[in-house]
């Protein structure tokens, strides 16, 4: 990774050459800055930051990004260019509202927050306590997990990533029957690792303490008392928003439209100026809406990362942390508060220094891309005079969809099977394995089909048995396609969906 960007480190990165010839970016007028606004702020040339962000959209052929600064708690800057839908040409402005992915924790970190304010719940909690019927298999992570090491990733939980995206449950507390076929990744506290794992159990024990649905909560617990009068908290209601992006994947140089992902807990949905807004929330002691003292521990580096010396070529990033939700850095002198997200058809990311009390957001409707990093990257090097790389300088990263295949494409897949020696009998039928669910390979329609609770998929053949996943119709999941493969034994099949591959065995 090359620390002069700040980079989400979450992101699978494939360098494109991106570009649509000929497109043109409209732009809604930037905001001016305020008058209170710090010196180093007001010097910024904020034409010539809008041109820059305008050619670095352009190079990423993104179908729209939007932007805000927030300075001592008035939005110094919000700019929307491009589309906000491909299709009906409906242009993005600063109300537009974009999936932000895991910037969500942020939430979710700000609702355990509140709830600790209101001693509903605890640090040193064990999460046995609110989940009912919690069966941990390792006995060191059943005797010593608590709630401050979910929220620092420090928690040793096992990962169950292809548990959780093939198999979805319609409710997470459901998800705690799987526990027990999966051991601990490490000893608990003893080791930092990112596991969306943590977030989820978390959105349980908040769910069980408030009896109430996390939107529910998020919505009197955060959203109201803060003024976020643009952000929504569930899929439905952005679904239904006539502000909503449509969320788009790069496919062979062309934007091709997602479906809106099923994510568990992740319902947020907002405008960079919200965004931007919740930011500034942390920068001042929770805002009346968060315990300070929770508020302050929050962006405390609470676990470190990365200590390794700084890079060479970029000496003034180092010491990469975590507190509760959030990523922290030392950035060329300045204590860096950030969280990057990614989702089917979105990316996001935020930053934020607090001791100047300064956030920058960019979103877009392009998923796999480091677009809203190098947008706050320039800006932030901007706005503190740091000195930012030419805009030509910054590279074009994003990571390509699976493209759809048509009906005729998945029926010759099937007669590719066939000329293989592979035989109807070989392959049909329910698959099962503890701790992640039932498969249903079946025909249909000359169409070989795997099925799972989340989605289905075209099985596509690669020699020996072995078979890649494709689709017809856009999956809700967040499954790269292109990585995951299926191979066929005597009664079972295997899928590569965790670190070794998983065995199904055919059911009778």
Not at 60 to 76: E, F, N, Q, R
Not at 324 to 335: A, C, M
């Amino acid at each position: 990774m090359h620390r002069t960007l700040l980079t989400n480190l979450l992101i699978p990165i494939a360098i494109i050459a991106a570009g649509l010839a000929g497109s043109t970016l409209h732009a809604e007028e930037p905001g001016n800055a305020s008058t209170d606004s710090a010196t180093t702020a007001m010097a910024t040339d904020w034409r010539r930051a809008s041109a820059d962000i305008r050619q670095l959209a352009t190079r990423y052929a993104a179908p729209s990004v939007s932007v805000a600064i927030i300075k001592d708690g008035d939005i110094l800057f919000a700019q929307a260019l491009g589309l906000q839908d491909i299709a009906s040409g409906t242009l993005a402005t600063t109300a537009t509202q974009y999936g932000i992915g895991s910037i969500v924790k942020s939430f979710t970190s700000g609702l355990a927050g509140s709830m600790i304010g209101d001693d509903l719940l605890s640090l040193s909690d064990a999460p046995a306590t609110f989940l009912e019927g919690l069966d941990l298999r390792t006995p060191d992570l059943a005797q010593h997990l608590r709630v401050s090491h979910l929220l620092t990733q420090t928690s040793g939980l096992p990962f169950m990533d292809g548990s959780l995206a093939f198999f979805p449950e319609a409710n997470q507390i459901d998800l705690v029957d799987r526990l027990p076929y999966f051991e601990a990744s490490c000893r608990v506290g003893d080791c930092w690792s990112y596991n969306n794992l943590n977030f989820v159990m978390l959105d349980m024990i908040l769910e069980s303490i408030g009896e109430q649905s996390k939107s529910e909560l998020l919505d009197e617990r955060l959203l109201k008392p803060a003024g976020l009068d643009e952000t929504l908290s569930s899929t439905e209601a952005f679904k239904a928003s006539p502000s909503a992006a449509t969320g788009y994947g790069m496919a062979q140089g062309q934007p091709q439209a997602t479906s809106v992902e099923y994510l568990y807990g992740e319902h947020i949905y907002t405008t960079a100026s919200d965004l931007a807004r919740w930011l500034d929330l942390w920068m001042s002691d929770g805002g009346g809406v968060i315990p300070p003292d929770y508020a302050q521990a929050a962006i405390a580096t609470q676990t470190i990362t990365d200590g390794a010396a700084p890079d060479s070529d970029a000496p003034g990033i180092y010491l990469f942390g975590y507190g509760y939700g959030w990523q922290t850095l030392s950035f060329e002198g300045h204590y860096l508060v950030r969280h990057g997200g990614n989702e089917n058809g979105f990316t996001a990311h935020s930053a934020f220094i607090p001791a100047q009390r300064l956030g920058v957001v960019t979103l877009t409707n392009q998923q796999n891309s480091i677009l809203p990093n190098i947008v706050n990257d320039l800006l932030l090097r901007r706005i503190l005079d740091l000195g930012a790389p030419a805009i030509s300088d910054y590279p074009v990263n994003v990571n390509d969809v699976a493209t759809l295949i048509s009906e005729q494409e998945a029926q010759l897949a099937w007669v590719e099977t066939l000329k293989l020696g592979m035989t109807e009998e070989d392959l049909v039928g329910n698959y099962a394995a503890e701790g992640y669910g039932r498969i249903k390979v079946a025909l249909r329609n000359q169409t070989l089909m795997l099925s799972t609770p989340g989605a289905e998929f075209i099985l596509v053949p690669q020699g020996d048995k072995r078979f890649g996943l494709a689709a017809i119709d856009h999956v809700p999941l967040g499954i790269v396609m292109d990585f995951f493969q299926v191979e066929f034994g005597t009664d079972q099949l295997t899928m590569n969906i965790a670190s070794e591959p998983v065995v199904f065995t055919r059911l009778e």
